[in-house]
């Protein structure tokens, strides 16, 4: 199994501002996700970073919208930048299949609220 | 294209059995897994199914058939803390999960 650690576990930000959320692994991983959920709603998947290449985002998620880095084997961080209050949401990263981790864990997730 | 498909929300007597149903279509098939996740918490996996049958793991089981794109997942002995949602998802070709929108099951005393 994997262990997964997010920072911050929640934040309050002001329209226009910039987050930046962290997640640590406790084990050495080819491909960590990076998902968000809106309240009530299931995971809609943002991007797939994998280390040493760029993060592969999905459809009606960008890269300047959300800057993706994974410096190692066992860290990425995810940014949400220029935020506005429909970024509100829990951002979840995770590691997963085709890793050599048959089932996907999660992090804790980040819960952010956009004033 | 890609499409889960399962019931928004369900309720079940305590103590009781309940069925959750998915399809699914996915470009592709390497699995279907399904999840827990309570409010306010990160979805935690439940079981994981690549062959058709059923797979028992102490009151939950699972079952798929691939030729009818079916899944359930079975609750026996309901507790009021399996109050949760259910997540199902399938896994595309390309390793990648395809997500329901989950179900929500509510135990009544």
């Known amino acids: 199994s994997a262990v997964i650690s997010q920072k911050p576990s929640r934040d309050i930000c002001q329209r226009g501002t910039s987050l930046t959320i962290q997640c640590q692994v406790d084990?050495?991983?080819?491909?960590m996700f990076w998902y968000r959920q809106q309240p009530g709603q299931s995971l809609t998947l943002i991007a797939t970073?994998?280390?040493?290449?760029?993060?592969?985002?999905e459809s009606g998620f960008v890269i300047d919208k959300f800057p993706i880095s994974r410096p190692n084997l066992t860290f990425s961080t995810l940014t949400v930048s220029n935020m506005s209050p429909e970024d509100s949401s829990i951002y979840l990263c995770?590691?997963?299949?085709?890793?050599?981790?048959?089932?996907?864990?999660f992090g804790p997730g980040t819960r952010l609220t956009v004033t | 294209g890609q499409n889960i498909d399962q019931p928004t929300e369900m309720t079940a007597t305590e103590g009781a059995i309940v069925q959750i149903n998915c399809t699914y279509q996915?470009?592709?098939?390497?699995?279907l897994f399904w999840y827990q996740q309570h409010a306010g918490e990160a979805p935690t996996f439940l079981s994981y199914?690549?062959l058709d049958g059923l797979e028992e793991k102490g009151r939950f089981s699972s079952f798929l058939s691939r030729s009818k794109g079916y899944s359930y997942l079975l609750l026996k002995e309901l507790q009021m803390k399996d109050s949760a949602s259910y997540l199902c998802?399938?896994?595309?070709?390309?390793?990648?999960?395809?997500w329901g929108a989950g179900t929500k099951l509510i135990i009544k005393p």
């Open positions: 995770s590691v997963g299949p085709g890793t050599g981790i048959y089932e996907q864990y």
């Open positions: 084990s050495q991983v080819t491909m």
């Open positions: 970073a994998n280390q040493g290449s760029e993060a592969t985002y």
């Open positions: 996915t470009s592709g098939f390497n699995g």
């Open positions: 199914n690549v």
């Open positions: 998802a399938g896994l595309d070709s390309n390793y990648q999960l395809i």
